[in-house]
């Protein structure tokens, strides 16, 4: 035996496997090859092909001689068997036998039996490659019937249907097994080629046959629907429903509902559309879900045509536009306008529709009409837009003054302007509307202290005056704004041309003009004037709600009478202010005082004076009355009184800058009447306490001239010696140099006057005047906005704090300027210091304010919110301090989830104040709401406040929030396209960031469920 059949004798061997090698080697013992090969014959006629294979091995392995046709036959019986068995090694022993053999007769029964294994194994590209190698001349009828059908069952499989089609056909038209098989898979055939009627003749002949009744009311039932023969489906949706597959189903309800919904008989159609997406398993088309929902729709049945349509949104704008629209109308319906309105423009948006593109536009502006909400989804554009697009509609009329009515109820009117501007040709109408939101985007501006954007927006609604009631009002916020910028007589000059308007009585801010114009001429000292103007602002009393101005006006008056100097007259309306006992009553007490102390009445002004330091402890005015009574006494000669009421003075009020006046004062007290050691021991004091002080260089002139007169003239000397040769020098030395500096400043010279502080500063780093200057020299770099030079300047006042005339004004600049930069370490320092030394009711309530501040932004919270409460306690906080104080307890609280407390003071910032801080406080309203899980209260109270909502940001913000709302609910779709409402509308990138995120998650999430549920291959068609 050559070497290389020995191999491949070996490597047959180890194929056919040991068990088999082991009987071969037992048969030899007791068979014949040629017996052995007659009876693995008889097993193999007697289809026993396993132990017929076996025998084959057997005596394929007992011949040497490798073209003894013994051998040749065992070795092809053995492939035939292997793949009549199925076995794994019916490849390898087939192609083997090829191989050895290729010349061998009955070689095609190996390829068509070994296609036949294929086939069975469902392995239809190998089948067709064995097929392919046989001639069909070897094959029986009956297996060319089989060879026909698996030939074609295959190309069909492979979706060759040109190639399976005639053999399909070749079966059918006799009768053989495979005529049903055969019938079944050319009228599928037909099916996909859409030739209907024909592939209908075909499944008739099969829907009674067992096998195929279950899966032919499915092609049935389809060719009738796609050959619009609703009708027929309807008549035999029973037979159709009881024939079919449970998992056909489905299918054929929605086949049902589909034709009971084209031949719109809807209320019919829902049980079966309800039934086919309840029992579907594979994703539903878009179009099912719009038929379903349109039913429902039809049916007056809105609320449950909702979800359905929702779910019908595609990315096919035609059935978009049908659905959004039929959406809008079902969302009208159930009195859902916000939604609704969404929907209408999405179906003006999608879709090529043009009757519905207007009307769903119009439908979308007219909501927007009833809502005016909703600005980043064009609520005012929507009717520009409109009118724009149909010029000629018969709406046209209808739609301008819906669109005018929009511009002057909501609250957006920096869109309302920018839309406005667009319309080239406005009708009257449309410019009495922009005057107006002209005239309230301006008072938005206005209450953020924008003031050149709002004079920029009231000069356009004064020069659109076609409205003389707005015209008149803002006329008098133009005003206001002069006088805020510290423009009196501008100011003056534009209150006065307001009330020359013949409107200016009939509007709210009349009573306030005359107020306003009563400061406007009392800060330009025209005293005479502002008592006229403050005058007719209390003769309108009666309009008049605040008795806080009615009270101020009264101490005005009295204010200007007492500039004027008469006296009698200006006590009169301090006394208003102390009968009305309501506010400022304690200033009023002590300007009374300060009156009858310039009429002589003394003992009345200590009696007036006295019942402020009685009545009123804590008045700012206290230390002031305290160092008035001691005066007076002085100048009524009640040396006695006056020395204790000075020592009352200095001892309750140690850190009082009046402290130095008043040691001055007793010092001149005990030197009049002669009691000199006295005056010296108080002159010593105050230059001690005060040795750089002006009143310290007086001082030390007095007890010069004691000592002079006296004849201690060399004790004088000694007490110089033991003191600061500072203190000698005050008038001799740096004061030059001082004064040529501070001259400059007084003059308004301060470039030249920085420098000569600079030139003092060089020369006289610790001269008497080093503190006036260093404060003088940080005022004159506040004035250029220099900031880094102004700074060190104060800190040196604050860090000596012997001078209190500097040290307050000092502390108010750095505690300034290090909050800017955001330094609020150390501006807290600074606050806190001016807290301790503050006297006037401004001057504490500023540095109550910083401390507050600093501490939130420190994120000491609980500090911020105990300053804040304790600052609201204060009657003399104004308005923004109100607002600010009320904001950060606000803040502060949602820092530390202390939702409750953060509610409270949002729902007074919502109901109090006019700017930013309003609409603040509503979103936060509802976001706590959103905090705390109650969707459907944070869904209504966002609705409810929209309108109230003046500042993009926070309407932005909201609108987030909204779909936030909407996707807790699950409620995908309105979600989607609130945040993509904020993409395409709003201006800002942060909120426009977020919005965007949010909606590529809701699409991301849609993607992948739509993977999840992609169509499952069907099966059925191969049994």
Same mark, same amino acid.
């Given at each position: 035996?050559?070497?290389?059949?020995?191999?491949?004798?070996?490597?047959?061997?180890?194929?056919? *496997?040991?068990?088999?090698?082991?009987?071969?080697?037992?048969?030899?013992?007791?068979?014949? !090859?040629?017996?052995?090969?007659?009876?693995?014959?008889?097993?193999?006629?007697?289809?026993?092909? *396993?132990?017929?294979?076996?025998? &084959?091995?057997?005596?394929?392995?007992?011949?040497?001689? !490798?073209?003894?046709?013994?051998?040749?036959?065992?070795?092809?019986?053995?492939?035939?068997?292997?793949?009549?068995?199925?076995?794994?090694?019916? !490849?390898?022993?087939?192609?083997?036998?090829?191989?050895? /053999?290729?010349?061998?007769?009955?070689?095609?029964?190996?390829? &068509?039996?070994?296609?036949?294994?294929?086939?069975?194994?469902?392995?239809?590209?190998?089948?067709?490659?064995?097929?392919?190698?046989?001639?069909?001349?070897?094959?029986?009828?009956?297996?060319? =019937?089989?060879? #026909?059908?698996?030939?074609?069952?295959?190309?069909?499989?492979?979706?060759?249907?040109?190639?399976?089609? !005639?053999?399909?056909?070749?079966?059918?038209?006799?009768?053989?097994?495979?005529?049903?098989?055969?019938?079944?898979? =050319?009228? @599928? $055939?037909?099916?996909?080629?859409?030739?209907?009627?024909?592939? +209908?003749?075909? &499944?008739?002949?099969?829907?009674?046959?067992?096998?195929?009744?279950?899966?032919?009311?499915? /092609?049935?039932?389809?060719?009738?629907?796609?050959?619009?023969?609703?009708?027929?489906?309807?008549?035999?949706?029973?037979?159709?429903?009881?024939?079919?597959?449970?998992?056909?189903?489905?299918?054929?309800?929605?086949?049902?509902?589909?034709? =009971?919904?084209? +031949?719109?008989?809807?209320?019919?159609?829902?049980? %079966?559309?309800?039934?086919?997406?309840?029992?579907?398993?594979?994703?539903?088309?878009?179009?099912?879900? /719009?038929?379903?929902?349109?039913? %429902?729709?039809?049916?007056?049945?809105?609320?449950?045509?909702?979800?359905?349509?929702?779910?019908?949104?595609?990315?096919?704008?035609?059935?978009?536009?049908?659905?959004?629209?039929?959406?809008?109308?079902?969302?009208?319906?159930?009195?859902?306008?916000?939604?609704?309105?969404?929907?209408?423009?999405?179906? @003006?948006?999608?879709g090529n529709n043009a009757t519905i593109k207007e009307d769903a536009l119009y439908h979308y502006a007219k909501l927007q009409y009833e809502l005016s909400s909703n600005p980043f989804v064009g609520a005012i554009a929507s009717f520009e837009k409109y009118l724009n697009d149909y010029p000629d509609s018969e709406r046209k009329n209808e739609a301008e003054t819906f669109l005018s009515s929009i511009y002057l109820t909501t609250h957006n009117y920096k869109a309302a302007i920018a839309s406005l501007e667009k319309i080239e040709n406005k009708s009257v109408v449309l410019l009495q509307a922009y005057q107006r939101v002209t005239y309230f985007r301006a008072l938005e501006l206005f209450n953020d202290n924008n003031l050149d954007e709002a004079e920029k927006y009231l000069n356009l609604s004064i020069q659109n005056n076609y409205d003389a009631t707005t015209y008149a009002q803002a006329t008098f916020w133009k005003g206001e704004i002069a006088y805020l910028r510290g423009n009196y007589k501008e100011a003056s000059q534009i209150y006065n041309l307001f009330l020359n308007n013949s409107r200016s009585s009939l509007v709210a801010e009349y009573p306030l003009c005359y107020y306003n114009l009563g400061y406007a001429e009392f800060k330009q000292k025209k005293y005479s004037s502002a008592i006229k103007y403050f005058n007719n602002f209390l003769g309108l009393e009666p309009q008049v709600s605040n008795k806080k101005m009615i009270a101020d006006a009264n101490n005005r008056v009295g204010d200007c009478y007492f500039m004027l100097s008469q006296l009698e007259t200006a006590i009169v309306y301090y006394d208003k202010v102390i009968m009305l006992n309501f506010y400022d009553v304690d200033y009023a007490l002590f300007q009374k005082a300060q009156s009858e102390g310039g009429l002589s009445r003394y003992n009345e002004k200590n009696k007036t004076m006295q019942q402020l330091v009685s009545k009123y402890p804590n008045s700012p005015y206290l230390a002031d009355a305290q160092y008035e009574i001691a005066l007076n006494y002085a100048t009524a000669g009640n040396t006695q009184a006056a020395l204790q009421a000075f020592d009352q003075f200095i001892a309750n009020n140690p850190n009082n800058p009046l402290v130095k006046a008043a040691l001055l004062k007793k010092g001149s007290i005990y030197y009049n009447t002669e009691r000199d050691e006295d005056a010296v021991n108080t002159y010593k004091q105050l230059i001690k306490e005060y040795p750089n002080s002006e009143e310290a260089g007086t001082a030390l002139k007095s007890i010069e001239n004691i000592y002079v007169a006296n004849g201690n003239v060399e004790d004088f000397f000694n007490y110089v010696r033991s003191?600061?040769?500072?203190?000698?020098?005050?008038?001799?030395?740096?004061?030059?140099?001082?004064?040529?500096?501070?001259?400059?400043?007084?003059? *308004?010279?301060?470039?030249?006057?920085?420098?000569?502080?600079?030139?003092?500063?060089?020369?006289?780093?610790?001269?008497? &005047?080093?503190?006036?200057?260093?404060?003088? #020299?940080?005022?004159?770099?506040?004035?250029?906005?220099?900031?880094?030079?102004?700074?060190?300047?104060?800190?040196?006042? $604050?860090?000596?704090?012997?001078?209190?005339?500097?040290?307050?004004?000092?502390? @108010?600049?750095?505690?300034?300027?290090?909050?800017?930069?955001?330094? %609020?370490?150390?501006?807290?320092?600074?606050?806190?210091?001016?807290?301790?030394?503050?006297? +006037?009711?401004?001057?504490?309530?500023?540095?109550?304010? *910083?401390?507050?501040?600093?501490?939130?932004?420190?994120?000491?919270?609980?500090?911020?919110?105990?300053?804040?409460?304790?600052?609201?306690?204060?009657?003399?906080?104004?308005?923004?301090?109100?607002?600010?104080? @009320?904001?950060?307890?606000?803040r502060s609280a949602m820092q530390i989830d202390s939702f409750n407390l953060a509610q409270k003071h949002y729902q007074i910032l919502s109901r109090q104040s006019k700017g930013e801080a309003a609409s603040e406080a509503l979103y936060y309203l509802a976001y706590i709401q959103y905090l705390q899980g109650d969707w459907d209260t944070t869904e209504k109270y966002i609705f409810d406040m929209l309108v109230n909502i003046t500042h993009d940001y926070w309407l932005a913000k909201s609108y987030i929030l909204l779909g936030d709302v909407y996707l807790q609910k699950g409620n995908s779709f309105q979600a989607k396209y609130t945040y993509l409402s904020i993409m395409e509308n709003y201006d800002g990138e942060d909120l426009k960031a977020i919005a965007t995120e949010k909606y590529n998650a809701i699409i991301a999430q849609e993607e992948n469920q739509n993977k999840k549920a992609t169509d499952t291959e069907d099966n059925e068609t191969e049994e």
């Open positions: 035996m050559k070497a290389n059949n020995f191999v491949n004798l070996f490597i047959i061997s180890v194929i056919i *496997g040991f068990c088999g090698l082991v009987n071969a080697q037992q048969t030899r013992k007791y068979h014949s !090859p040629e017996h052995e090969f007659m009876r693995a014959e008889e097993l193999f006629g007697m289809q026993q092909y *396993g132990s017929a294979k076996t025998l &084959f091995t057997s005596v394929y392995e007992k011949i040497d001689e !490798p073209f003894d046709t013994r051998k040749q036959s065992s070795l092809y019986y053995m492939s035939l068997c292997a793949s009549l068995l199925c076995n794994e090694d019916a !490849p390898k022993l087939a192609y083997y036998f090829a191989d050895q /053999y290729p010349e061998y007769m009955h070689l095609d029964r190996v390829w &068509f039996t070994l296609g036949n294994y294929y086939f069975t194994k469902k392995q239809y590209k190998k089948a067709l490659v064995e097929y392919s190698k046989i001639s069909t001349k070897i094959l029986s009828e009956e297996e060319m =019937y089989a060879y #026909k059908f698996k030939v074609g069952y295959c190309y069909f499989l492979q979706e060759n249907y040109d190639a399976a089609k !005639p053999l399909f056909a070749e079966l059918q038209q006799t009768d053989n097994e495979y005529k049903n098989k055969a019938t079944f898979y =050319y009228s @599928h $055939i037909l099916y996909t080629e859409e030739n209907y009627n024909a592939a +209908l003749i075909g &499944f008739d002949k099969l829907k009674e046959e067992d096998t195929y009744s279950s899966i032919v009311p499915f /092609y049935i039932a389809h060719i009738y629907f796609n050959t619009k023969q609703y009708a027929e489906i309807i008549a035999k949706k029973e037979e159709l429903l009881s024939k079919s597959s449970s998992k056909r189903l489905p299918e054929i309800n929605g086949l049902i509902a589909q034709s =009971y919904f084209h +031949l719109q008989q809807y209320n019919e159609a829902i049980p %079966y559309f309800d039934t086919y997406i309840q029992t579907n398993t594979q994703t539903i088309i878009p179009e099912i879900y /719009y038929m379903a929902g349109y039913c %429902y729709y039809q049916t007056r049945q809105y609320a449950d045509a909702v979800p359905l349509l929702t779910k019908s949104i595609s990315d096919n704008d035609s059935l978009n536009q049908y659905a959004q629209y039929t959406l809008g109308d079902c969302y009208l319906k159930n009195q859902q306008k916000e939604f609704a309105s969404r929907a209408f423009l999405a179906a @003006h948006e999608k003191v600061s040769a500072r203190q000698i020098t005050v008038s001799y030395q740096d004061s030059i140099m001082y004064n040529a500096a501070s001259e400059k400043y007084f003059n *308004g010279n301060f470039v030249d006057a920085e420098k000569g502080f600079d030139q003092y500063i060089n020369r006289f780093p610790e001269g008497v &005047f080093i503190q006036k200057v260093q404060y003088y #020299k940080g005022e004159c770099a506040m004035r250029r906005n220099d900031f880094a030079q102004a700074l060190p300047a104060f800190r040196y006042v $604050i860090a000596h704090e012997s001078d209190f005339q500097f040290l307050l004004p000092s502390l @108010h600049y750095a505690s300034f300027i290090c909050y800017r930069d955001s330094n %609020y370490t150390e501006a807290l320092n600074y606050y806190q210091k001016m807290s301790t030394i503050a006297t +006037l009711p401004s001057q504490k309530t500023e540095a109550m304010e *910083g401390q507050m501040l600093c501490q939130f932004h420190l994120k000491q919270y609980a500090q911020a919110i105990e300053l804040a409460q304790n600052m609201l306690k204060e009657d003399k906080i104004d308005i923004n301090q109100n607002e600010t104080a @009320h904001l950060i307890i606000a």
